[in-house]
């Protein structure tokens, strides 16, 4: 299986702050990585997939990049509804995997 | 705009089997991957396996031996049964569509939405 690892585990920021969370897969998987943001009680929700591209409806302030093993995901200027957890979750094998999440907090 | 909402019993005997169904509202099943995943504090997000509307399938060999997901097309449903379950089968289950972007030869970016909301589905006797 393709591991997917995040950094940081939890992230303590404020409203207008710039974000970055890293995932790091195991081993090559091109752009095939996706991001997701998922609040308590609720589905994950996508935000970015193919690496770089922003889902429909989803603020511009959330961007991605990365290819190969190393992504990032960027939050430009935090508001109080970004205070959520994040995954990445690889497409280019099955089983897919994702990673363990990033915990965003005020 | 598709919607989806998992049913099934919210509570399962240990070694017994757990069933769940996918009901699919407001678009055709038809022509797209339907999966589960489940979601655990000990394992995080866990991919269990999709069904194309074909009926093809694609399982977690972690769960293959257990597992097996059907379609309905009749219903607009899908459907997952695990079997012998254990403590550690203690999850929120949730239903999922792959969405599929562009291709490069077989391989094509492809992404889960939109989710259903989730059943939490406990393992106890």
């Known amino acids: 299986d393709i591991q997917m690892t995040q950094s940081p585990s939890s992230l303590s920021a404020s409203v207008g702050d710039r974000v970055t969370i890293t995932c790091r897969a195991s081993?090559?998987?091109?752009?095939?990585l996706n991001w997701y943001q998922q609040k308590p009680g609720k589905a994950p929700k996508v935000l970015i997939y193919a690496a770089s591209s922003l889902q429909s409806g989803v603020p511009s302030r959330f961007s991605g990049s990365g290819s190969g093993t190393d992504f990032t995901l960027s939050i430009s200027s935090l508001q109080p509804e970004d205070f959520a957890t994040y995954y990445c979750?690889?497409?280019?094998?099955?089983?897919?995997?994702f990673g363990q999440g990033t915990k965003l907090g005020i | 705009q598709v919607q989806m909402q998992e049913s099934g019993p919210g509570l399962v005997k240990p070694s017994e089997t757990l069933s769940l169904t996918c009901t699919v509202s407001?678009?055709?099943?038809?022509?797209?991957?339907w999966s589960w995943i489940r979601q655990s504090p000990g394992k995080g997000l866990e991919w269990i396996g999709y069904?194309?509307?074909?009926?093809?399938?694609n399982y977690n060999p972690s769960l293959k031996s257990r597992i097996t997901i059907l379609v309905d097309m009749s219903k607009n449903q899908f459907s997952l049964k695990l079997y012998s379950v254990t403590a550690a089968d203690t999850a929120v289950y949730f239903c999922?569509?792959?969405?599929?972007?562009?291709?490069?030869?077989?391989?094509?970016?492809?992404?889960?939405?939109?989710w259903g909301q989730g059943t939490l589905v406990t393992v106890s006797s």
């Open positions: 081993q090559s998987i091109s752009s095939y």
């Open positions: 999922a569509r792959e969405e599929v972007g562009s291709c490069s030869g077989s391989n094509c970016q492809n992404w889960f939405d939109p």
């Open positions: 069904i194309y509307s074909s009926g093809s399938t």
């Open positions: 407001g678009g055709s099943i038809s022509n797209y991957y």
């Open positions: 979750q690889q497409s280019y094998r099955t089983p897919y995997t």
